[in-house]
């Protein structure tokens, strides 16, 4: 026992006046049951993302048009759903679908179960969960996509138009390539929000991973903080993983906030990879390159 008593109590608040066992922490964090709840973590928070950005994108458009009923209906949209808490959404439509009973589509659907699962995740709670994170992302996404097409050169387009593209060709072509670079680095950020937002699922008993962890080994072994612990550090990996994914994106697609300078700097293994993009100079295509005349 350490005689120091600030070293005693720092101790004491690690273990919680010893009682919390982190021999449950080292045995139980690759759990089956945890790495299945990781997997449905995942799958969640990248489909939610997918749908999301495209509901995104789809109310840009609304919020654009001149008919009024689908622009009125995307200022509606966004201004309800970012005005309402994400888990009051969830447990709203998890009771919706309950009461046109979704769950009689979902009887004998079980596609986590073709991959070996132990666990059973109810399918009616994720696609409520699923929806949700979707609607509730596309209102965020929709402020991205805006200040990311917003952000190109009105004149863009105008010379689209002057060489004959139509608008929606001129904005698959021209515009959103370009906005893209804009979009990544809060996409991004958005989808980081988003893997831990899934543990909002828990409240309608979604299997993901806070779920699996907290509460099906937590009450069973009376050790609920040392399963919040796995939980924690899974949520850790998730994230910091997806970080270093970000970092390499925003860098191939040249998106970054990299100060000029840096471009030459950069390490033997981001050439190895192709990450970092080409620098200013190199950037500039031959046809856009000033003229050089030859006087003699």
Not at 4 to 31: D, M, R, T
Not at 57 to 72: D, E, K, T, V
């Amino acid at each position: 026992m350490n005689s120091n008593p600030i070293i005693q109590f720092l101790i004491n608040v690690i273990s919680l006046n010893n009682s919390f066992k982190w021999e449950y922490v080292f045995k139980y964090l690759f759990h089956p049951y945890v790495l299945q709840g990781v997997f449905v973590t995942i799958v969640l928070a990248v489909c939610a993302q997918l749908v999301g950005s495209v509901i995104g994108l789809l109310l840009y458009f609304f919020r654009r048009s001149q008919f009024g009923p689908l622009m009125w209906f995307g200022r509606a949209y966004v201004l309800l759903v970012r005005g309402t808490p994400l888990l009051v959404q969830i447990l709203f439509l998890a009771t919706f679908l309950q009461l046109i009973h979704v769950d009689r589509f979902f009887a004998s659907f079980d596609p986590f179960g073709q991959f070996g699962f132990s666990i059973q995740v109810p399918m009616d709670a994720f696609v409520a969960a699923l929806a949700a994170l979707s609607i509730n992302e596309g209102a965020y996404m929709a402020e991205i996509v805006r200040a990311g097409i917003d952000a190109i050169d009105t004149g863009q387009m105008e010379a689209a138009k002057s060489l004959g593209m139509t608008y929606g060709l001129a904005m698959r072509r021209i515009v959103l390539p370009q906005a893209a670079r804009v979009i990544i680095p809060p996409l991004g950020n958005e989808f980081n929000g988003m893997l831990k937002n899934t543990s909002l699922a828990y409240v309608i008993s979604v299997s993901e991973l806070l779920f699996t962890s907290y509460k099906t080994f937590g009450p069973a072994f009376g050790a609920t903080e040392e399963f919040l612990v796995i939980a924690s550090f899974w949520y850790l990996v998730l994230t910091s993983a997806w970080g270093l994914i970000q970092v390499a994106i925003e860098r191939k697609l040249n998106a970054s906030n990299v100060e000029p300078g840096s471009q030459n700097a950069r390490s033997r293994w981001q050439r190895s990879f192709g990450f970092g993009g080409r620098s200013a100079r190199e950037a500039v295509p031959e046809a856009l390159a000033p003229p050089s005349f030859d006087h003699r």
